[in-house]
């Protein structure tokens, strides 16, 4: 759940770095982008260390697998604030394009999705997780 709340944290900073043009955030962010990335490795190595060496159930299994799954989508979504992170660098001083000015309502509600979605599997609320899907359509 630290690896979700970290990259929860990172999809309004790179925004907010973004539009304040702070280069030096942004840089951080960027480089912090490593420790999301290795953070996904450790959990992918513990979850296959359970399976090699606890022969978990049906159940277990694909919790695990979920585990995993979960753990790539957020550093993919990682990588997607560190991208933004680097249009902040390339736009610099510059005022900001206007294509842009929705980004900070669009961060603010893939993070509360992010959020409901972490929150569901926490619970194990299939209900939940069904409803967030429909959120997306808003920010599209």
């Known amino acids: 759940m630290a690896l979700g709340s970290q990259v929860e944290e990172n999809i309004v900073s790179s925004v907010d770095l973004l539009m304040k043009r702070d280069m030096i955030g942004s840089q951080r962010l960027i480089k912090g982008d490593e420790d999301v990335n290795q953070e996904r490795i450790s959990i992918v190595s513990d979850a296959l ?6 022969q978990p159930m049906a159940k277990d299994m694909r919790l695990i697998a979920g585990i995993i799954e979960i753990a790539g989508e957020l ?4 990588d997607y604030s560190k991208g933004n992170a680097r249009i902040g660098l390339t736009v610099g001083a510059n005022p900001i394009p206007n294509l842009l000015q929705d980004l900070p309502v669009m961060a603010a509600k893939a993070r ?3 959020h409901r979605a972490m929150g ?3 619970k194990r609320d299939a209900q939940l997780a069904k409803e967030i899907p429909a959120d997306d359509d808003e920010i599209d």
């Not at 260390?49 to 606890?54: D, N």
């Not at 550093?75 to 990682?78: F, G, L, V, Y």
């Open 49 to 54: 260390m359970l399976i090699a060496t606890q």
């Open 75 to 78: 550093e993919r979504i990682n």
């Open 112 to 114: 509360f999705m992010l």
């Open 120 to 122: 569901a599997f926490g």
